[in-house]
């Protein structure tokens, strides 16, 4: 904590000497019921200087329900790439992930009506792009991989900023068209944030497409601050962590609902890359992310960052410290996105004469979940949604097996605004 209160302190001072933004005009937004991480991480100190204005996050996930009382106004756009001719702003897929990115949106984005929680970034907009995240997709959908690229495309061309993606697949390697695809969102200066998958799903090693170069990958914390072993998997792909147990979120069908793993973790992340490009627009995306994993915290029981580019196979540079990052000098060899995406590209691709990674369309592939939502509950005492632990759905797509990883149960409570 007293890492954090110093960076707090710096901000105070770069505004008080003028070298900062102005602050906001109007009264600064309060956190919702059970939004421990939002003070925890100095988030909510951090609304006084910016909170996300004009700055567009992208979700591409299962769709945003974007008429729900905690996200009116905020998506400005939407597009569906699922097969099911839906309008981006209606969610769709089987049960177990239908609701996944009205709660991830909510995370980011979230207005604080009523019960509801308030977003990292209150003041951003989002883009609603909806894949397909399950079994039984529309006939003749786009494979899940394909849907993924032409999303982030649509994304960038409509003006995000930031995208977030916690979703993976289990097979680190990813399709040729993501190269493209990527380095399209790199090169139109995006910030790309993705979950490294939940231990709890099955992920053993951190999942594409937080293994693609440039990609900020993002694991799972608990309140304690140390690993959720459930909520993370290891690797050398992994970057930042975040807060990833008892995450407020709302439910797509109207009311709240509580929910864990990395797939909330993400959010955070984007949502705090969104403030820091709101408060400095002149910051690159590549910038954005150098403060971010500069500034990060040791994670209790492990090293962090060590030297050069070198990262902690489980925690990478460590735990976010937003109110840091807002405040630190750029850095003097900033990550470059672009580049680490090229040259990778470079080395691996002349080694695959049929011009595709294995792990297309027909790898093993896992919708991440984290924790699917269900509703509030009007019982006064908490109770947990049923639902198994792990569901492994295997189909086969576009002539290859996909599996498909989602974990449910998810403690629904009422909750109250103080």
């Not at 951090?46 to 905020?74: C, F, N, P, Q, Y």
């Not at 699922?82 to 049960?95: E, F, I, L």
């Not at 930031?162 to 200066?189: C, H, Q, R, T």
């Amino acid at each position: 904590m007293r890492r954090a209160a110093a960076a707090l302190a710096a901000v105070a001072l770069v505004l008080a000497a003028g070298l900062g933004p102005a602050a906001p005009a109007a009264a600064a937004p309060k956190a919702g019921p059970g939004q421990w991480y939002l003070h925890e991480y100095g988030i909510d100190a951090m609304w006084k200087t910016t909170r996300g204005a004009g700055v567009t996050v992208a979700v591409i996930d299962s769709g945003i329900s974007a008429d729900h009382e905690d996200l009116k106004g905020t998506v400005v756009g939407a597009k569906d790439f699922s097969g099911a001719r839906k309008d981006g702003r209606t969610p769709v897929g089987p049960a177990s992930a239908i609701g996944h990115a009205t709660g991830v949106a909510g995370v980011i984005a979230g207005r604080g009506v009523g019960e509801g929680p308030t977003g990292v970034a209150p003041e951003a907009t989002l883009l609603s792009a909806s894949m397909w995240l399950g079994g039984s997709p529309p006939s003749g959908a786009d494979s899940s991989r394909e849907q993924a690229a032409k999303a982030v495309r649509w994304a960038v061309d409509s003006g995000a900023g930031v995208i977030n993606m916690s979703l993976g697949w289990d097979d680190p390697a990813w399709p040729e068209a993501w190269d493209s695809a990527f380095e399209y969102a790199f090169s139109k200066d995006v910030v790309v944030v993705a979950c490294v998958g939940n231990r709890s799903e099955g992920a053993k090693r951190v999942w594409s497409p937080a293994t693609v170069p440039g990609v900020v990958g993002v694991g799972g914390l608990t309140k304690s601050g140390r690993v959720a072993s459930g909520s993370t998997a290891p690797g050398s792909a992994v970057s930042l962590m975040g807060p990833a147990q008892q995450i407020p979120v709302p439910y797509y069908k109207g009311g709240y609902a509580e929910a864990s793993g990395c797939s909330f973790a993400s959010p955070i992340v984007s949502g705090a890359a969104a403030l820091l490009r709101a408060a400095h627009p002149d910051w690159s995306a590549d910038e954005v992310v150098g403060r971010l994993e500069g500034t990060a915290r040791a994670v209790k029981g492990h090293s962090g960052r060590t030297k050069g580019e070198q990262r902690d196979a489980t925690v990478g540079y460590g735990r976010i410290d937003p109110p840091a990052a807002l405040a630190a000098k750029a850095p003097a060899q900033p990550p470059n996105a672009r580049r680490e995406l090229a040259d990778w590209v470079s080395m691996h691709r002349r080694a695959e004469p049929d011009g595709g990674a294995k792990g297309g369309a027909s790898a093993s592939a896992s919708a991440s979940q984290g924790a699917s939502a269900a509703p509030a509950q009007a019982a006064a005492a908490p109770r947990t949604v049923a639902g198994p632990a792990v569901l492994i759905v295997c189909m086969l797509v576009a002539g290859g097996l996909v599996a498909y990883g989602i974990a449910a149960g998810v403690r629904a409570r009422r909750l109250r605004r103080h």
